[in-house]
């Protein structure tokens, strides 16, 4: 059996059609609080696999101070993301249970054959979570 693909992509490349995945891809959500807009893009949605609700808030808190700082949206976006260390501590939490679970259950169905689109709210040009787990999950299935 041919393994499948894993990509990503952000809600709005979807919705006004610029993203390039593959038509046949299952579009697999990776947000904690998913809203209904969201959800109308994508086929299913695994919390387990979102940024844990305590990094987010610290993350939002910074985030926002630094934009009451003068910092654009962007800049203080990737400000916030490197000084509250996201990327590792989101990769520390796809170690806990129930995130090591959904992970693998993701890879055995990409082993599998199937296609998955990673997707969340965090556009192209922001640090996101996804592209940490778009990494961690092809490391994963080259693994095994």
Do not use: I
Not at 78 to 104: G, I, K, Q
């Amino acid at each position: 059996m041919t393994r499948g693909t894993v990509s990503e992509t952000y809600h709005a490349a979807l919705s006004h059609g610029f993203a390039d995945v593959p038509e046949d891809a299952t579009r697999v959500g990776v947000v904690r609080r998913p809203t209904a807009w969201f959800s109308g893009e994508v086929d299913e949605n695994v919390p387990e696999l979102g940024p844990p609700e305590e990094l987010l808030e610290e993350f939002k808190r910074r985030h926002e101070d630094f934009k009451m700082q003068g910092m654009c949206d962007e800049g203080a976006h990737n400000a916030a993301w490197e000084e509250v260390r996201f990327e590792e501590r989101y990769r520390e939490h796809l170690d806990s249970p129930e995130a090591d679970a959904a992970l693998s259950d993701l890879a055995q169905r990409v082993a599998n054959g199937e296609s998955v689109v990673l997707v969340c709210f965090e556009k192209g040009t922001k640090r996101c979570h996804r592209h940490a787990l778009e990494a961690e999950l092809t490391a994963r299935l080259d693994r095994d």
